[in-house]
């Protein structure tokens, strides 16, 4: 299918100058050494398109929880789990002016495990503040029964639900509880008698349209599968009188065009929908969908169809969701970026047009905006959330969710959960960079990432004073591919750059601001990475009017700096400087004038500022509380760490946090890792050093506890080194215990948490020299925490999308001579489980997928130059994407180090990506 919608913008298609390549080189991790050598890569300035993207999740709490009903406290516990449930207005209660609300859910619950059945139910709840999670009765019996679906019309007053294991569909009456008994009729039988707990078809599900009352519900056997229709208004027409469609496959999912009479069915087999003329039940055609969708739903607004596709092994398109103009009979694209792992159900509310997706293994709710089809909002359910109805006029999301284990005994509880989305306008998605320079010395990109469909970008670069005026710049992005922007093509030579990327389209991309640098200090040599800040992905917000620096000094060899930028006002912000033990109290440089959209810089070295020979942690506050963005460049020669290079730091924001993680941190030769520190308050800090995961047959190290005092307004640093000695892998926890003689817990029972726990700030900085073949990778880089576990599960940290990566290499004369390589470190503290590691290459070629264990509290080293070039092949560019099944917290990492680049330039970058 061709691009849509790229007239008038330039392609994203460069050639550096020469031969010129970006390449990282090799870090020696255990169990990666010896292939690592053969397996550098280098990113070539020219890449062609960059990978589709699609929304990401704005803060979570915009989508608010009503009520949770069937929870422990609530007046009824589910000794069932709810299925589905459906919404709809009682008519007789609407026609009463006695009654205060005629609004009801109706849910169809499950008593049995797994696909064994047991004791099944329909309950009736008000949806009105006053009996909200009040049952108007205690539940119709729906026998041994699997009833997969619960459909509510309120025009006949009638509710349909297939059961499984007993082959038919019950009808009953939807003004259940207050005013008459319900009727259940098993009067419509599907291939079988009721009382055949195993007969030879099922009802696999159903769809109504409401307009004409024709029930579609597909009904499968081993040897068969066709889609039976059955007229509401006389259900109790023998089954072979009934029209029957032929399916040839499992239909998990049908969706109705009730306007044009079509009915839409998921074919998850052929990886396809069939179209049904609701008119005469003849089939008009099939649209190829490259995924197997499950549940679908359609848009009357504007004629698309949304099909949510599951958990399939090895399938490029498994966890998003497909979507079909139905105006065109063509596939646009898949949802991916805010999708959660093995997506259930899709429902749509044409009132607001938004789209609901329920993803079931990681228990969470996405909602679309159906215009852009980008991923605005995303809540956490409390179990596995199956079914899903709306209340378009009232906004009010209903979810029917399993027990908290997936294969389910009697008496589980399940959940029915209720969510009001009111309408608000998601923002125009923008990525932030203030940082970056075209001076002799420096080479400055944008990796972009798009991972699912074709979109434009506006790039705005914003320059320092008397270098011009603003330059904009537009690029169509290609779908499912990895490109690169060269800063300096685009600006040209000598310029300090701040740099803006709106998304024309609505549909947020991520990326990554990668400089390279020589000389720009004595013998430096080095490259940084930042993933910016956007205001699209949950948890990295921005602009902020507060940053901490935690890290930067100004001792000899190094070269310190602030860069600012207030995007649209002129304002001042307030500078104070903190020192390390010994170096003076607390320094306030205030009034710094940062006019509107022109960069500034700021060195702190300067006697004005921080001045000469300190330790320094940075506090920058608009003095007017207005938004601006800052990062911190830091620049040494091997004066005094014995390594040249430079690294970069994002800020933190105000009290960040009370328990952090950092997945990297080596002691090995050539490595030196720290911790820089600072707290307002006196207290101590729990260190934990998680070792790395011991290779099968190899001895495993034990993990080192230990504490950490911090100085109110002082800044202090730790060297890993001294603490835990040589040759370790180690992953750092950081937690807060508050102003307490020694870090006992609180509750023994929670060893994280502690009383009177106080925020702290932290980053961490590594250093390292000669850790390759070769002339050997040399620099530094550091990491600046965005969320941690203090916020979870607000925060979860469970999703990460990186958009540089790469295991390219140059080779002259047969021989290895300078490349890539590109790693992940990841740490899950709290939990053992398994993570989905996706590499998204160039256009036409299929992701490299790759489920990682990570084995509770051990600090995990994944080679991705291996995965990637025994998959994919050599001399690939990749964006990852990075994402926890069970939705539980973990932390991660992407160092990548660079051997013999453009003309020698060697060391490293590291980003923590964008994460949610």
């Not at 200090?521 to 917000?541: C, K, L, M, R, Y």
Request: hydrophobic share 35%; charged share 15%.
């Amino acid at each position: 299918m061709s691009p849509v919608g790229f007239s008038g913008h330039d392609w994203v298609v460069r050639k550096g100058k020469g031969d010129q390549m970006r390449l990282p080189a090799t870090r020696l991790h255990a169990m990666t050494r010896l292939r690592a050598i053969s397996l550098f890569a280098v990113m070539v300035l020219a890449l062609a398109g960059v990978i589709p993207l699609v929304n990401a999740p704005q803060a979570q709490a915009d989508l608010t929880p009503v009520a949770f009903i069937g929870i422990p406290g609530n007046p009824l516990n589910f000794d069932k789990n709810p299925l589905d449930v459906a919404y709809g207005i009682d008519p007789v209660c609407a026609a009463d002016p006695f009654c205060s609300d005629p609004r009801q859910i109706y849910v169809a619950t499950y008593g049995g495990s797994g696909q064994t059945p047991g004791p099944s139910r329909l309950y009736t709840f008000g949806v009105d503040s006053g009996s909200m999670g009040f049952q108007w009765n205690a539940g119709i019996d729906l026998g041994y029964t699997r009833p997969t679906r619960t459909i509510y019309n309120q025009t006949t007053n009638q509710i349909f639900i297939p059961r499984q294991r007993a082959g038919d569909v019950a009808i009953l009456t939807g003004t259940v509880g207050h005013y008459t008994d319900p009727v259940l009729d098993t009067a419509v039988f599907l291939g079988f008698s009721p009382v055949s707990p195993y007969g030879n078809a099922e009802p696999f599900w159903a769809e109504l349209n409401k307009t004409t009352n024709k029930l579609y519900v597909p009904r499968v056997n081993p040897t068969m599968q066709d889609l039976v229709v059955i007229d509401g208004n006389d259900p109790y027409v023998p089954i072979d009188n009934l029209p029957k469609i032929p399916l040839t496959d499992s239909a998990n999912g049908i969706a109705i065009d009730e306007a044009t009479n079509r009915i839409f069915v998921a074919r998850p087999t052929h990886k396809d929908i069939m179209v049904i003329n609701g008119n005469d039940n003849s089939v008009i055609g099939f649209v190829q969908t490259w995924a197997s969708p499950r549940g679908i739903a359609f848009n009357p607004v504007n004629g698309k169809l949304y099909a949510a596709n599951g958990i399939v092994s090895g399938e490029a398109n498994e966890n998003s969701v497909t979507v079909v103009d139905m105006n065109t009979y063509a596939t646009m694209y898949h949802i991916r970026a805010g999708i959660g792992i093995d997506p259930q159900n899709v429902q749509v509310n044409p009132t607001t047009n938004r789209v609901y997706v329920t993803s079931r293994e990681n228990r969470e709710l996405a909602v679309v905006n159906s215009v852009t089809d980008g991923v605005i909002r995303v809540a956490r359910t409390i179990a596995f959330p199956m079914g899903i109805d709306v209340d378009p006029v009232n906004n009010i999301i209903f979810t029917s969710a399993q027990g908290f284990q997936p294969m389910l005994a009697p008496g589980d509880p399940g959940t029915i959960e209720l969510w009001s989305d009111p309408p608000s306008s998601p923002p125009t998605p923008t990525l932030y960079f203030p940082e970056g320079t075209t001076r002799p010395g420096f080479q400055s990109y944008l990796t972009v990432f798009a991972p699912d469909v074709n979109t434009t970008v506006t790039v705005t670069y914003e320059l320092g004073p008397g270098q011009g005026g603003p330059i904009v710049k537009s690029y169509g992005l290609a779908g499912g591919s990895r490109a690169t922007i060269d800063i300096n093509a685009d600006v040209g030579a000598n310029k300090d750059v701040s740099t803006r990327i709106v998304s024309d389209s609505g549909r947020p991309v991520f990326a990554e601001r990668v400089m390279y640098f020589n000389g720009v200090v004595v013998s430096s040599t080095d490259g940084t990475a930042s993933p910016g800040f956007p205001n699209f992905w949950q948890n990295q917000s921005a602009p902020r009017d507060f940053y901490f620096f935690t890290e930067g000094t100004t001792r000899p060899g190094f070269s310190e700096y602030l860069t600012l930028v207030s995007p649209s006002t002129t304002q001042t912000v307030d500078i104070t400087y903190y020192f390390g033990a010994g170096q003076g109290a607390p320094k306030l440089v205030s009034g710094v004038t940062l006019p509107a959209g022109e960069r500034v810089t700021i060195h702190v070295n300067n006697p004005s500022q921080a001045g000469p020979d300190k330790d320094v942690s940075t506090k920058v506050v608009s003095t007017s509380s207005t938004p601006f963005y800052a990062e911190r460049p830091m620049y040494f020669d091997a004066s005094t760490i014995g390594v040249a290079g430079g690294h970069n730091g994002m800020g933190l924001p105000m009290n960040p946090f009370t328990d952090t993680v950092f997945p990297e941190g080596t002691t090995r030769p050539g490595f030196r890792t720290f911790l820089t520190l600072f707290s307002e308050t006196d207290q101590r800090l729990k260190s934990t050093y998680y070792q790395a995961a011991a290779p099968s047959g190899e001895t495993q190290k034990q993990n080192v506890v230990g504490e950490i005092f911090l100085p109110a307004n002082e800044r202090v640093t730790v060297e890993l080194g001294p603490v835990l000695g040589g040759d370790s892998d180690i992953g750092t926890r950081l937690t807060s215990c508050g102003n307490v003689p020694d870090c006992t817990p609180a509750d023994p029972s929670k060893p994280y948490t502690y009383a009177g726990a106080l925020p702290f700030y932290a980053e961490r900085p590594m250093y390292f020299s000669g850790v390759s073949i070769g002339s050997g990778a040399a620099g530094g880089t550091v990491n600046t925490p965005i969320t941690t576990l203090s916020y979870w599960p607000s925060s979860m940290q469970s999703e990460y999308y990186l958009a540089e990566g790469t295991n390219r290499f140059l080779t002259q004369d047969w021989t290895i001579t300078g490349g890539f390589q590109t790693y992940l470190t990841l740490l899950s503290p709290e939990v053992t489980q398994t993570v989905q590691v996706m590499l998204y290459l160039g256009p036409g070629e299929t992701p490299v997928k790759i489920d990682q264990f990570l084995p509770k509290a051990r600090r995990v080293t994944v080679d991705l130059n291996f995965y990637s070039t025994f998959i994919a092949g050599p001399n690939k560019d990749f964006a990852v994407h990075v994402q926890s099944p069970v939705n539980e917290a973990f932390y991660l990492e992407r160092p990548m180090y660079f051997w013999n680049v453009m003309g020698g330039i060697r060391g490293g970058t590291l980003s923590t990506g964008f994460h949610n």
